[in-house]
């Protein structure tokens, strides 16, 4: 990709994060990360979303983790895994790390448009993109995805992180 066309996609993420968020978060590009703010007065929350932060890679590479033992079995049969409930991406960046290959479905435009360009990203560099070139994401329901899915298509594993309401 040239760089003018890489810039022109960064202003259309840009551009289309912004139409669908509120007035209070602002979206930045800082190198591969889409960084978004929050702020009301006085206060400002920052959050940078990438696959090459280097907690995530040091996470990623923890032996042993629950994860990974979860959604696997002894014989490590487990090739392909659908992950229902995908949000920022970070277990289905982490399951690929460890070799599955992920199908991710998001439903929420913003959180999906964000995950889309950090993986564009992560497909670029050396040390993420064996991983990420395992990830399909989708932006889609997964209700949608599942009511649409043809007899010949299977997967593994099915994988789901809900958000549950506040516990009174
Ligand atoms: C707790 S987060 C998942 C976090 C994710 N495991 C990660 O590692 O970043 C749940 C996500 O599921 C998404 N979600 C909830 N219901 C969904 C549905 N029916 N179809 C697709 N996505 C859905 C929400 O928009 C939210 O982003």
Redesign the pocket.
């Known amino acids: 990709m040239t760089k003018a066309s890489a810039v022109n996609e960064e202003a259309i993420l840009l551009t289309s994060l912004n139409s669908i968020s509120s007035s209070n978060l602002n979206f930045t590009i800082v190198d591969e990360a889409v960084v978004i703010s929050w702020h009301q007065a006085p206060d400002t929350l920052e959050f940078r979303h990438s696959y090459s932060d280097t907690q995530l890679l040091k996470r990623i590479r923890q032996p042993g983790q629950a994860l990974v033992k979860a959604c696997n079995n002894k014989q490590h049969s487990i090739k392909t895994l659908l ?12 399951l690929a790390h460890h070799g599955l290959r992920v199908t991710m ?4 435009e913003l ?1 999906f448009n964000v995950c889309a360009h950090s993986l564009k990203c992560a497909r670029s560099i050396n040390s993420t993109s064996a991983s990420a070139k395992r990830i399909e994401s989708i932006h ?6 599942l009511l649409g899915l043809e007899d010949s298509t299977s997967f593994d594993c099915i ?1 789901l ?3 549950f309401p506040d516990h009174k």
């Open positions: 992950d229902l409930t995908g949000g920022w991406g970070i277990d289905s960046f982490i479905l998001e439903q929420n959180v889609t329901s997964s209700l949608d995805f994988y992180d809900p958000m």
